[in-house]
C-alpha cells in the first residue's frame, strides 16, 4: 500500500487506458519498453513541484556546500554525499517525441507526413500535431545513480597527464535492463491508421536511436519485448556485430570498487585507435577534426558524429576468477554503426589492429598477469603479494549469421596489406587532409614510420584457464608472461623500462605516466619455440629515431634480438 501511495509514476496511463476503452475511440497505444543501458533523462524533484531536473547535472540541496561549478562534478565528493539521487527517474514524452521527429526526418520523403502527425514550428507559422506523447515512466521506481565519464585522449594518446573524472547521474545503474511504459495518444480529429503509424514510428526510433543523451556511446539503448519487426537503419548506414569476451583486472565506476564494464570503455578505445591511425597521416588539427567528425566531439564546440556504439550484455558479467588473484571476465556482444564505406574502409581495418594488439578498458595495454605487489611506504605490506595486471580481449564478427574470429594473421604482408588499404580508403574520403611523411612525433601515431610491431615468443601455455576463470598455476607469475613482458620487467644495468615513464609508464606512484608499449598474448603456437602462445608487442616512438641512445629505441633493439622475434609491421632497428 505504501508502494503505491509513494510511486504512481504508471499510473496515469492506466486511467487513460481505462477512458479510452470505455470511450472506444481506438487512438491510444501503449507499450513496455526495456533500457538495456543507463539512460541520461529527466527527474522530478517533488511529487508536488512541476519543475524538470534534467540527470545529467547535479543540482538541489545535495550539492557542495563551496558551491563552485566544478565541485559539483567531482566524482568522489558526490559518491560520498550521495551516490543515489532521492528522486525517481523517468523518461520525458518531450524526449521521446524529439526522438520519432529526429528519426523520420532521416527519410525526406517521410518529412511531410511526420510535421502533419506531429506539428512544426517554422518561423511565425505554428502548427500542432495530432498525437500527444506521455512522460514513459519504469514500471518499477528507479532511482537516478552517478555515472562517470573518464575523459583520457590527452593522457593515451598524447601523454599529457592523466584525466579527471566527470559525474553525471542517469537513469538506471548499470546493473540490470529497466522496463517502462511509453504511450501515445490521437487528438480528436486523428484517426486509428494515423496512430498506429507513428506508434510504429515510437518502436523503430526508440529500437534504432535509444533515449536520452549519449546514445550514439552506447547509453539509453532500447530493446521491445516480442516485438518481431527488425531495426530499419537509416540509408546508407551498416551496422555489424562482434561477440566479445573479456578478462581483466577490472573496471572500476564512481566509487573505484564497483567493477563494472560500459559502453564508455568500448567508445573511447575505438576512438583513441581512430585518432591513433589518423595522427600517422594527418596533421594533429585534421587528424582530431576527423576524429571529431566520426565520433562527435563537446568542446570547443559540440558535433555530431556518425558512429553509434551498442553494447549487448551476455550471461557472464563480471564473474569473479576462481582462485586468486582476482580478474573479472565479460561476454556480450557489440554492435557498431556507420557509413558503410567508413564502417567498411576505416573502422574494421582500425578495430583489426587494436584487438591484435591490446585489451579494453584498465591495463588494456598489457596481456592479463600476475604482477607481484611490492611493499612501500603507502602499503607497508608484510611481503610481496599476488596481484592481477592487464587484460585479454577476443572478437568474433558476425558473418551470415555465423561468428568467425577477427584479427590479423601473423604474418608481415597481412599487416602491410591491412594498412595499405585502409591507407587508401583514408586518401579517397579524405584527400585534402592527407600528408606524406611521418606526422605528430610526440604522440602515440600508428604509422610505418612512427611505431613497430612484433610477435614474440611466450608465454609457455595460456596462464588463464578460460572453461572455469581461473589461473593455471597463481603462484607462478613469471609463467604468466611471455618474451616481450619479460623485456619489460627486466631490470639490469642497461634496462630500465618497467617503470620508465619514456618507455614503460609509471601509472601507479605520483603524477600517472601510461606506457608507449602494448602487449596482447595470442593463443597461437609459435613453431621455433615451441611455446603456446605469442605476445604481439607495439612499440609507439613518439619522435624517437631508431639507433639512437633514447631508451624506446633500446627497447626496440632489445625486441629485434629476443630469440624467435617477428617483425610485422612499421620500423625495425637500424
Not at 555515472?147 to 559525474?167: A, C, E, K, M, Y
Not at 518502436?203 to 530493446?223: C, H, N
Not at 561477440?243 to 570503455?265: V, W, Y
Not at 601515431?445 to 608465454?459: I, K, L, N
Request: glycine content about 10%.
Amino acid at each position: 500500500m505504501e508502494k503505491t501511495l509513494m510511486y504512481t509514476g504508471p499510473r496515469l496511463i492506466e486511467l487513460l487506458t481505462q477512458q479510452h476503452q470505455k470511450r472506444s475511440s481506438n487512438l491510444f497505444r501503449q507499450g513496455t519498453f526495456t533500457l538495456r543501458w543507463r539512460a541520461k533523462v529527466g527527474s522530478y524533484p517533488h511529487p508536488d513541484v512541476e519543475t524538470l531536473v534534467s540527470a545529467g547535472e547535479p543540482c538541489g540541496p545535495w550539492q557542495p556546500k563551496r558551491g563552485r561549478p566544478e565541485d559539483k562534478r567531482n566524482v568522489g565528493e558526490n559518491w560520498k554525499l550521495m551516490p543515489d539521487l532521492p528522486l525517481n527517474g523517468y523518461i520525458p514524452g518531450s524526449s521521446i517525441r524529439g526522438i520519432v521527429r529526429a528519426w523520420a526526418k532521416q527519410q525526406p520523403e517521410r518529412i511531410p507526413k511526420m510535421e502533419a502527425l506531429l506539428g512544426f514550428q517554422k518561423e511565425t507559422v505554428i502548427s500542432a500535431g495530432k498525437i500527444q506523447f506521455l512522460d514513459a515512466w519504469p514500471l518499477e521506481p528507479t532511482r537516478l545513480s552517478l555515472d562517470i565519464v573518464n575523459p583520457q585522449q590527452n593522457f593515451q594518446v598524447f601523454h599529457q597527464g592523466q584525466g579527471t573524472p566527470l559525474s553525471l547521474y542517469t537513469l538506471g545503474n548499470g546493473r540490470g535492463p529497466i522496463d517502462f511504459l511509453v504511450a501515445i495518444q490521437g487528438v480528436p480529429g486523428a484517426t486509428e491508421e494515423e496512430v498506429d503509424e507513428v506508434w510504429s514510428w515510437v518502436q523503430q526510433a526508440l529500437k534504432v536511436l535509444g533515449i536520452g543523451s549519449r546514445t550514439a556511446s552506447g547509453y539509453g539503448r532500447i530493446s521491445i519485448p516480442n516485438h518481431k519487426g527488425s531495426r530499419q537503419l537509416s540509408e546508407g548506414i551498416s551496422s555489424i556485430l562482434f561477440r566479445f569476451h573479456l578478462s581483466s583486472q577490472g573496471n572500476a565506476g564512481p566509487d573505484m570498487k564497483t567493477i563494472e564494464l560500459r559502453p564508455s570503455h568500448w567508445r573511447g578505445w575505438l576512438r583513441s585507435w581512430a585518432l591513433r591511425f589518423f595522427l600517422g597521416v594527418m596533421s594533429q588539427k585534421n587528424a582530431e577534426k576527423t576524429a571529431s567528425e566520426l565520433f562527435g566531439t563537446l568542446e570547443p564546440k559540440s558535433q555530431k558524429g556518425c558512429i553509434r556504439l551498442e553494447m549487448i550484455q551476455g550471461d557472464i558479467w563480471g564473474d569473479e576468477s576462481k582462485n586468486s588473484p582476482t580478474f573479472y571476465s565479460w561476454e556480450g556482444e557489440i554492435r557498431i554503426e556507420a557509413p558503410k564505406e567508413i564502417l567498411t574502409g576505416i573502422l574494421l581495418p582500425i578495430i583489426r589492429v587494436a584487438v591484435m594488439t591490446g585489451g579494453v578498458g584498465r591495463g588494456w595495454r598489457r596481456p592479463l598477469h600476475i604482477f607481484m605487489m611490492q611493499r612501500t611506504e603507502k602499503a607497508p605490506i608484510p611481503a610481496a603479494r599476488p596481484a592481477a595486471r592487464g587484460s585479454h580481449l577476443t572478437l568474433d564478427i558476425k558473418i551470415k549469421g555465423e561468428y568467425r574470429v577477427f584479427g590479423i594473421p601473423l604474418e608481415p604482408e597481412k599487416w602491410r596489406q591491412v594498412y595499405e588499404e585502409w591507407y587508401q580508403k583514408v586518401g579517397q574520403i579524405w584527400p585534402e587532409r592527407l600528408l606524406s611523411g611521418s606526422q605528430n612525433p610526440n604522440c602515440e601515431a600508428f604509422s610505418p614510420s612512427s611505431c613497430a610491431v612484433f610477435a614474440v615468443p611466450g608465454p609457455e601455455q595460456d596462464p588463464v584457464n578460460a572453461s572455469d576463470l581461473s589461473w593455471v598455476d597463481p603462484n607462478d607469475a613469471e609463467s604468466t608472461r611471455g618474451d616481450g613482458m619479460g623485456l619489460v620487467y627486466q631490470q639490469d644495468q642497461r634496462r630500465n623500462y618497467k617503470r620508465n615513464p619514456d618507455l614503460g609508464g609509471d601509472a601507479a606512484r605520483g603524477s600517472a605516466h601510461c606506457s608507449w608499449v602494448t602487449i596482447r598474448r595470442h593463443k597461437i603456437k609459435h613453431k621455433q619455440a615451441g611455446t603456446q602462445c605469442q605476445e604481439v608487442v607495439c612499440l609507439f616512438m613518439g619522435g624517437v629515431q631508431a639507433g639512437c641512445q633514447h631508451v624506446r629505441s633500446q627497447f626496440l633493439d632489445d625486441l629485434s634480438r629476443i630469440q624467435g622475434s617477428l617483425h610485422l609491421f612499421g620500423l625495425k632497428p637500424e
